[in-house]
Every structure is written in C-alpha cells, then in structure tokens.
C-alpha cells in the first residue's frame, strides 16, 4: 500500500485540472503515514493547465453580472481558488515532515474537499457554455505558497488563516452578485463552499496554535511578524465575524483585525 504524503504528489504534479481533481478524490484517506519522512521536490509542481492564462491580480477586472460571459467570469475565479486549493492542501501534506499523523490527515480530507468544490465549478461553468481556462486568472495564493515553503508556521498563518479566511470574508457578497444575477445553481454551490471552507480555517487555526505551543510563541504577535515578513496581503473590512467565529478565531484575533 502507499503511503500518503508520498502518494499526494502524484495529484499535485497531474497538469489537467479536471484529471487533478479526480484523482485529488481518489486517494484513500486511510493511506498509512510517514510523519518524519524528508520527500525531495520532484519538477514541475504545481501541474498547471495551458489555459488559463496567468496575469497579475490588478491586472484582472471585476466582471460585469449583466452578461452572461460576466457570469461565468465570476464563477471561473472561484473555481481557479479551488484549484489552487487543491494544490495548496496536497502541497502541505508531502512538503513538511514531523507533524503528528492527523496533521496530514486533515489536509488530504481538505485537499478532497477542495476537489469537489473544483468539480462543481467546472460542471456549472460548463453549463453556462463555458470552461475552466476560458478566463484570465492570477497565481496570488500559490505566490504565497512558494514564499513560504521553508516554513510551515508561516504556510499555515498566511494561507488558511490569511488568504482562505478572505475567502470567508467575501463569500457573502460573491454570492449575492450570482444569485442578484439570477444564478441561483452557483449560489447553492457557494453555500456548500462556505460550510467547508469554515472547517478548512478551522484546521488552519488548530495547527498554527499547535505550533506556537510547540514553539513557545504568543500566537497574535507571531502572527503579525509573519505577514510582515512573508508581505502578507492587508486585512480590510468587511469581515465575516459569524464565519471566523465558527473557524476558530478567538476574540482577541477579531479584535487585531480592527487594528491600523
């Protein structure tokens, strides 16, 4: 049988997104685990698609929802996160030894649920006679992904408790711009997102305080040395508080964000 953090590299290198995300659900959760393993990083990861096209974020422009080319647009960038996702979860399972066996556990259960949220996209995306790749996107979180890749402290604070807490943050709006628009389907699917992605911030949470207690760090101010360092993007309001709630975040947390 193989062993898991191994066996998530396979997913990761695949560069067809569809054929990426099947095969993200098809590895079995109860793979035996190496926790102390050192994997060396094979070439070409993450496997990428031709299409789409990448460019830099401010580069791309919020998508008009009087159209149905708008439309699709929106839902494309949400299905080009959950890709990312994908990667972001398989990337973390194999690249950092020593954690404890539940540690790589959680994050191929979410790279599995970050597969589904893809395949739902894709399958609404082809719906409105479009597909992934049909759109510009940007490489923000895997950006994010390489500046952090010697440290698993700083992975887990500025990926799922930075830039996927975001996610929390503008799911609310995202989904009201579809369903104003009249796609009631993405809506539904941006509910199913949100549920999950509360556990994905959630794990996120667990972790970075397991590692400041291993580390002897105070986890607020860590945090802030972090995203300083690594030039996390800035947190702005609107914040979903009920979501962050949910996902771990405790008071003192919300009340740093308030901060200048």
């Known amino acids: 049988m193989p062993e898991l953090r191994q066996a998530t590299l396979a997913p990761l290198l695949i560069a067809d997104a569809p054929a990426k995300a099947a095969a993200t659900l098809a590895l079995p959760i109860d793979l035996p685990v190496d926790t102390a393993a050192v994997l060396d990083p094979p070439a070409g990861i993450p496997g990428r698609p031709a299409r789409p096209c990448l460019v830099e974020h401010i580069r791309l422009k919020a998508p008009s929802m009087r159209t149905p080319a708008g439309i699709a647009a929106l839902v494309h960038s949400i299905a080009h996160i959950e890709l990312n996702a994908i990667d972001l979860a398989l990337d973390i399972c194999w690249r950092f030894p020593g954690m404890p066996e539940a540690f790589y556990r959680d994050w191929l259960r979410i790279a599995q ?19 992934y790749g049909d ?12 500046r952090t890749r010697h440290d698993l402290l700083a992975r887990i604070a500025l990926v799922p408790r930075t830039l996927e807490a975001r996610g929390l943050d503008a799911s609310p709006a995202v989904r009201a711009k579809l369903v104003g628009a009249g796609d009631h389907a993405a809506g539904a699917i941006l509910d199913i997102i949100l549920r999950d992605e509360i556990g994905h911030v959630a794990a996120g949470n667990r972790w970075y305080r397991f590692l400041c207690a291993q580390r002897g760090l105070d986890p607020i101010a860590t945090y802030a040395e972090l995203a300083a360092h690594h030039q996390a993007p800035r947190l702005r309001a609107p914040f979903n508080l009920e979501a962050r709630r949910a996902a771990g975040f405790d008071e003192a947390e919300l009340a740093a964000l308030a901060q200048p």
Do not use: I
Not at 135 to 146: K, T, Y
């Open 113 to 131: 649920e970050e597969a589904t949220h893809f395949t739902l996209l894709r399958d609404h995306l082809l719906t409105l006679g479009f597909d």
């Open 135 to 146: 759109f510009d996107a940007h490489n923000a979180l895997w950006d994010m992904a390489q």
